[in-house]
DNA sequence: GGACAAAGTTGATCCAGATCAAACCTCGCG
DNA sequence: CGCGAGGTTTGATCTGGATCAACTTTGTCC
């Protein structure tokens, strides 16, 4: 693995508190690969046998039932996923594919547990990481029950737009289909959505975004810490 | 506290594996209090100071934006709730209110934070606990975005037929508008469903639930590990 | 740079589930 | 025992978002 990510999952809320012995511990027990994009990384079902950091590209979490489909999240570098099912000892709940080339490490689950039970920093860390991921999922839940198609993709426009720094314009990280999956609606209600969104303060022009009147947009979306999820998800 | 309420909470997994002086001094630190029937214990937004425990009655947690609510889960005996806002020491993203008069135990975060510290067990059982929270609200999003809610109720059935021990007959154990809401639906609409399923092998009188063709109900509702929630939600 | 595939948009139509309104139960209580 | 309030069901109607189909745009690969 190279010293630069070596330090950029150091660096992570995860392992930042480690002992060194720990964290070279679970780096030596490690694989680091890179995979191509549509790669499918994980498949709902299976026993987790990894915990995942993605240290370049993006993986897409999905979740599929007969034959429907939705995206559960995505993750953006750098940083881990599915921990919940690795600490379990549990079958993952969601499949993982790759959106793109990307640099991932994989850390053997038995290792990470072993780290859990020896390292006292690591395990708070590990109930940080996990509490702040059960609490997205609650805000997510109560996304989709409180609010309609046009309410949701306003607080996501919202909520993105804080992140990249407040900046009035921004480009959508990922493809219109996948965020339609991801807010819970089709593309073609996503499309209207946006169309929608012009008479609330949003200008789009293809994966441009321009939040053109915050006031009116705020209005609507009503955005609240409470339901809407900071940081890149997705 | 009595004596008989302290081996309840002691056999639950999350004190199960605590050494005795970690469990006492939780214990010292907590409040055992009696509350109505429709009191509300937390109101989404506070901040965290106590991880609740009931003992007697049943609890629902539940989230509101704008004028609109919905019930997120019901917690019956004997069992934890919020302790993800605890471990953050962040907001409540939901609010509880009890069902019924209920005896319920706080402890104060400050206190479970340092028990977690102190004692691996206990951060071991957090984890766990935490994650297995964490995964049934990634189950109650894969039902809210890829199932139907006639398949929603269907499955909801099946779940607790199997709860009930495999029982055929059982007792919706709360008012059906709450179950509606619980299940992303109107009570108009789960009455609806409740009639459709008659064609899957549901009969319903009042609150007794009988299911007549088990092998209809699986095959509408395909039920599923990975999406159905087990034990007492709600 | 042209061609082909995939993503996105637009329009027409449909339908699951919401809303509104009116019974109809059920159960606690004076 | 009747009465009232809240829960539940039923019916009528409405509507947000899905579906289906056609078209346009964008990106990719010889």
Redesign the interface.
């Known amino acids: 693995m190279r010293e630069e990510d070596r330090n950029d999952i150091r660096n992570l809320p995860l392992f930042r508190n480690m002992t060194s012995p720990a964290f070279d511990a679970l780096m030596h027990a490690a694989y680091d690969q890179v995979f191509p994009a549509q790669l499918e990384l994980i498949r709902?079902?299976e026993v987790a046998n990894f915990l995942h950091v993605v240290l370049e590209g993006a993986v897409e979490l999905y979740?599929?039932?007969?034959d429907?489909d939705?995206t559960?999240a995505v993750v953006q570098p750098v940083a881990t996923f599915i921990?919940?099912?690795c600490?379990?000892d549990?079958?993952y709940?969601?499949s993982a594919r790759t959106l793109r080339r990307s640099r991932i490490v994989l850390i053997p689950a038995v290792d990470v547990r072993a780290a859990?039970?020896r390292d006292?920093g690591f395990?708070?860390a590990?109930?940080?990481e996990?509490?702040?991921?059960?609490?997205n999922?609650?805000?997510?839940?109560?996304n989709?029950?409180?609010?309609n198609a046009r309410e949701r993709l306003g607080a996501y426009l919202w909520q993105r737009s804080l992140d990249t720094g407040g900046a009035q314009g921004f480009v959508l990280p990922q493809e219109k289909r996948l965020l339609a999956s991801y807010l819970?609606m089709t593309p073609e209600s996503l499309s209207r959505a946006f169309k929608a969104l012009r008479d609330h303060g949003v200008h789009i022009d293809g994966m441009r975004v321009t939040i053109t009147d915050p006031a009116a947009l705020a209005a609507l979306v009503?955005p609240?810490?409470?339901?809407d999820t900071a940081l890149n998800i997705p």
């Open positions: 709902q079902g979740a599929n039932w007969q429907r939705t559960m921990l919940a099912a600490m379990r549990a079958p709940l969601m859990f039970a006292h395990a708070l590990t109930v940080q996990l509490s702040e991921g059960y609490r999922f609650v805000r997510h839940a109560k989709l029950k409180l609010r819970g009503q609240n810490t409470l339901l």
